[in-house]
Each structure stands twice: as structure tokens, then as C-alpha cells.
């Protein structure tokens, strides 16, 4: 007697579209073949942007907030472009909870708190150094300091440092300006800020537009508060804004009537990597006028 077999999974005609999109994605093929792994296909817009905009993550940035960051590509690509090396690479095991950055298998160091990255003391790749051999060890730590904020865990990233919040909570300005503050930075003034943040579609055009918008608001207020201003090195490029937003016209007006005031040069930018059928695009903005 055969036994009874269940039904196959009937997918929707938009589950099957979506499945099909994704199959045939260059850039998902591209992410899973990349030596870097990145952890979301979002990277290849950002390293787009950057090449086509005059390499703006390596031009005088030395501290970068990536807001809204998780699973962590956007802080990936910057980590990369300031000469933090993978981890995989140093051979460092990722951090579990109240364990510091220089963890390695057989060289636990002790907990190192987030405050005192770039202060005087243990160097959070101490541990690494004492033990690793000399053809594995790069020449020196990347240069600057980066910070990514998520409402979502994000697994550790060479070179990055999060927190798991609310950027617009009370405590998070107090903390990210502490942990950009250094003695090279005393002011902690923030060199670029990043946002690829989206709300979850509704589909209701309105709802979903104003939610863009919010969100461009809130980044926009904490950039306002945080990013350095091109009157302290007296260059046009000083203080740099990318955000995400979708097209429509309230978010063109907030461009002419909000960014461009505020900063001496805007640009709407839409990456090859950004699906053609997508509203999505991006803001570029240089020179903080403060």
C-alpha cells in the first residue's frame, strides 16, 4: 500500500516573481562570489556611488556613522575602504557577549568596553599581534572611526563598532558622539553620515511616501546636530550626506527646499545596482554648510 504523500507548496504568482528576480540578480550572484562576503546586496550600490562620485569614502573621511545599518554591507564596504581588514582574514573569532574585540582561538583577552576604543590602553588587535604570524599581520590597523547604529543586531565587523538602538533615542547622539571623539577629533564631528534605512511597504502611495520622508527628516536631524562643517577646513566636500529615499514629488521638494540650502552640492543619484523598477534613490550631498 503507498503511503500517503502530502501536496506540493502552491506558491503565489508574486512568490514565484520575486523567486525569479532574485535567480537572476547579478548582483546576489556577484555578493555570493566576492571575496569580501558582503552581507547584503546594498554593498554594490555604495561601491558604485563611491566610484562614480570621486571616491568620497576615502576622500578626507576619517569618521563615518552608518545609520540604520544592519545586517552591516554599507559598513562593510567603508571598513574596506579605511583599511580595516576582515576578520576572517586577521583570524579573529567573532566577540561573544562582554568579550572584547581582540579574541582568538587559545588568546581570549578580557572585556574591553566601548568607550575605550581609540583611547590610550590595550589595542584592540593586541592580542592578535602577540600570537599571529609576521606574514599575516598588516602593516597597521585601518585609519579613523566607524560607527553603525541598528533597532537590530548586527554580528561584529573588523574595524566597526555598534550599537544596537534608536539613533534618534536620547542616549544614542551622547554615545555615538563619544565613540567618534577622539584626540584627533575632539569636537566628535562626523565626517559622512550613511543611511540605506526603508520603511516596510504598505502599499498605500501615501503612507509609503510619507514614511520616506520621515525618515529623511529624522537623518537628516541628526546630521544637522553631528556632521562637521566645510567652514572648519574651509573644502567644498567637507561634511557628506548619502540617504536613501523613494521618487515622488514631496521628496523632490525637500530636496530643493531642505538639502540644497544646507549643502553645497546635492545630487539624486540611482545606481545600476538599484532595481530599475524601483522607486529607491539616492542623495548625495557634500560641502555641510552648518
Same mark, same amino acid.
Given at each position: 500500500?503507498?503511503?500517503?504523500?502530502r501536496?506540493l507548496?502552491k506558491?503565489?504568482?508574486?512568490?514565484k516573481?520575486y523567486?525569479?528576480?532574485?535567480l537572476r540578480?547579478?548582483y546576489?550572484?556577484?555578493?555570493?562570489?566576492h571575496?569580501?562576503?558582503?552581507?547584503s546586496?546594498?554593498a554594490?550600490?555604495l561601491?558604485?556611488?563611491?566610484?562614480?562620485?570621486?571616491?568620497?569614502?576615502?576622500?578626507?573621511?576619517?569618521?563615518?556613522?552608518?545609520? &540604520?545599518?544592519a545586517? *552591516?554591507?554599507?559598513s562593510?564596504?567603508?571598513?574596506?575602504?579605511m #583599511?580595516w =581588514? $576582515?576578520e576572517k582574514?586577521? /583570524?579573529?573569532?567573532?566577540r561573544?557577549? &562582554?568579550?572584547g574585540? *581582540?579574541?582568538?582561538?587559545?588568546?581570549?583577552?578580557g572585556p574591553? #568596553?566601548? =568607550? $575605550?576604543?581609540?583611547?590610550? /590602553?590595550?589595542?584592540?588587535y593586541?592580542a592578535?599581534?602577540?600570537?599571529?604570524?609576521?606574514?599575516?599581520?598588516?602593516?597597521?590597523?585601518g585609519?579613523?572611526?566607524?560607527?553603525?547604529?541598528?533597532?537590530l543586531p548586527?554580528a561584529?565587523?573588523?574595524?566597526?563598532r555598534?550599537?544596537?538602538?534608536?539613533?534618534?533615542?536620547?542616549?544614542a547622539?551622547a554615545?555615538?558622539?563619544?565613540?567618534?571623539?577622539?584626540?584627533?577629533?575632539?569636537?566628535?564631528?562626523?565626517?559622512?553620515i550613511?543611511?540605506?534605512?526603508?520603511?516596510?511597504?504598505?502599499?498605500n502611495?501615501?503612507?509609503?511616501?510619507e514614511?520616506?520622508?520621515?525618515i529623511?527628516?529624522a537623518?537628516?536631524?541628526f546630521?544637522e546636530?553631528?556632521?562637521?562643517?566645510?567652514y572648519?577646513?574651509?573644502?567644498?566636500?567637507?561634511?557628506m550626506?548619502?540617504?536613501?529615499h523613494?521618487?515622488?514629488p514631496?521628496?523632490?521638494?525637500y530636496?530643493?527646499?531642505v538639502?540644497?540650502?544646507?549643502?553645497?552640492?546635492?545630487?539624486?543619484c540611482?545606481?545600476?545596482?538599484?532595481?530599475?523598477?524601483?522607486?529607491?534613490?539616492?542623495?548625495?550631498?557634500k560641502?555641510?554648510?552648518?
Amino acid at each position: 500500500m503507498p503511503f500517503p504523500t502530502r501536496p506540493l507548496l502552491k506558491l503565489s504568482k508574486s512568490s514565484k516573481s520575486y523567486i525569479n528576480t532574485q535567480l537572476r540578480d547579478p548582483y546576489i550572484k556577484a555578493r555570493q562570489a566576492h571575496p569580501a562576503q558582503y552581507r547584503s546586496r546594498s554593498a554594490f550600490k555604495l561601491l558604485e556611488l563611491d566610484e562614480k562620485y570621486g571616491n568620497f569614502l576615502t576622500a578626507n573621511v576619517n569618521s563615518v556613522v552608518d545609520l &540604520g545599518a544592519a545586517p *552591516g554591507g554599507w559598513s562593510q564596504v567603508v571598513a574596506g575602504k579605511m #583599511g580595516w =581588514t $576582515d576578520e576572517k582574514e586577521l /583570524g579573529i573569532v567573532s566577540r561573544e557577549p &562582554g568579550v572584547g574585540w *581582540g579574541t582568538r582561538k587559545g588568546n581570549r583577552q578580557g572585556p574591553i #568596553g566601548e =568607550t $575605550d576604543w581609540g583611547k590610550k /590602553g590595550p589595542s584592540p588587535y593586541d592580542a592578535f599581534y602577540d600570537t599571529a604570524p609576521k606574514s599575516q599581520v598588516p602593516a597597521e590597523p585601518g585609519r579613523g572611526v566607524i560607527v553603525a547604529a541598528d533597532l537590530l543586531p548586527m554580528a561584529p565587523i573588523a574595524g566597526v563598532r555598534t550599537l544596537e538602538l534608536d539613533f534618534l533615542s536620547p542616549q544614542a547622539e551622547a554615545l555615538i558622539h563619544n565613540m567618534v571623539k577622539t584626540p584627533d577629533n575632539p569636537t566628535g564631528k562626523v565626517d559622512l553620515i550613511l543611511s540605506d534605512m526603508a520603511a516596510n511597504f504598505t502599499g498605500n502611495r501615501a503612507a509609503d511616501t510619507e514614511a520616506s520622508l520621515k525618515i529623511c527628516m529624522a537623518v537628516f536631524d541628526f546630521a544637522e546636530k553631528n556632521l562637521r562643517g566645510m567652514y572648519e577646513t574651509g573644502k567644498t566636500t567637507t561634511g557628506m550626506l548619502l540617504m536613501k529615499h523613494f521618487a515622488h514629488p514631496l521628496l523632490t521638494q525637500y530636496q530643493k527646499e531642505v538639502l540644497e540650502p544646507n549643502f553645497h552640492y546635492v545630487a539624486y543619484c540611482k545606481p545600476d545596482a538599484s532595481r530599475k523598477e524601483s522607486a529607491e534613490g539616492y542623495w548625495l550631498c557634500k560641502g555641510w554648510k552648518g
